[in-house]
């Protein structure tokens, strides 16, 4: 079954620290590997998305980093700030289907 | 990044009625447009997957003479939720897919009471 684990559930950061969240996958023909943040009534926003044949990919804050071999990513939210506290989740999709299959979401809040 | 707008952002409907929900992709054409639910603190669950100008397909479990799908045109689908009951009650969030990005909308909060 396609499934993507994401831990941890919730997650509590000082203002300035280093966020991170991880996640692996198990289906091999997965080749796009987004994060999603998303706020309390609102749908997901698009963060940060990475594909296999990179180890790394950094956008301001927020740098992804890739292990194929462990079928593992993570995504990294350097100075997190109050403004980043939001529900943030994995996902992956390819295989030749469309669908994108989510993480179980991670509860991030950063202390002011 | 592609904007997919989604109407309403929350209704509330009596329960037995049934609602519609629009998903529009407002800067590109999506071939493919996927619903989803969640329930409060839960991830997003798949609950089908549209095709314009065919059936839609549906997730197991997912009742689909309950969650009616209509996919017209590249810009455009909709969800009608029928006969609806308090356990229908949700967040519902469409996605349409240009690529192998999924953009997402603003989601609808749905109230049977």
């Known amino acids: 079954q396609q499934q993507v684990k994401q831990s941890p559930q919730s997650l509590i950061v000082q203002k300035g620290g280093i966020s991170i969240i991880n996640c692996a996958y198990e289906?091999?023909?997965?080749?796009?590997f987004p994060w999603y943040q998303q706020f309390p009534g609102k749908g997901p926003a698009l963060l940060i998305a990475i594909r296999p044949d990179v180890s790394e990919k950094k956008e301001g804050r927020f740098t992804i980093s890739f292990n194929k071999s462990a079928k593992q990513f993570s995504l990294h939210i350097m100075d997190s700030q109050p403004g980043d506290s939001a529900t943030y989740f994995c996902a992956a999709s390819g295989g030749g289907g469309f669908k994108t299959i989510f993480g179980a979401g991670t509860r991030l809040f950063v202390k002011a | 990044g592609a904007v997919v707008s989604q109407h309403p952002s929350r209704v509330i409907c009596k329960s037995g009625t049934s609602v519609k929900i629009e998903c529009r992709s407002l800067?590109?054409?999506?071939?493919?447009m996927f619903w989803y639910r969640q329930f409060p603190k839960q991830s997003l669950m798949l609950m089908a997957t549209?095709?314009?100008?065919?059936?839609?397909?549906?997730e197991q479990g997912v009742e689909k003479d309950k969650f009616l799908i209509n996919h017209a045109s590249l810009t455009l689908s909709t969800l009608t939720v029928t006969s609806a009951h308090p356990e229908d009650s949700s967040f519902y969030i469409c996605?349409?897919?240009?690529?192998?990005?999924?953009?997402f909308g603003q989601g609808t909060r749905l109230t049977v009471v």
């Open positions: 549209s095709n314009e100008g065919s059936k839609a397909t549906y």
């Open positions: 289906n091999t023909a997965f080749d796009y």
């Open positions: 996605s349409g897919r240009t690529g192998t990005e999924a953009f």
């Open positions: 800067d590109f054409q999506a071939t493919t």
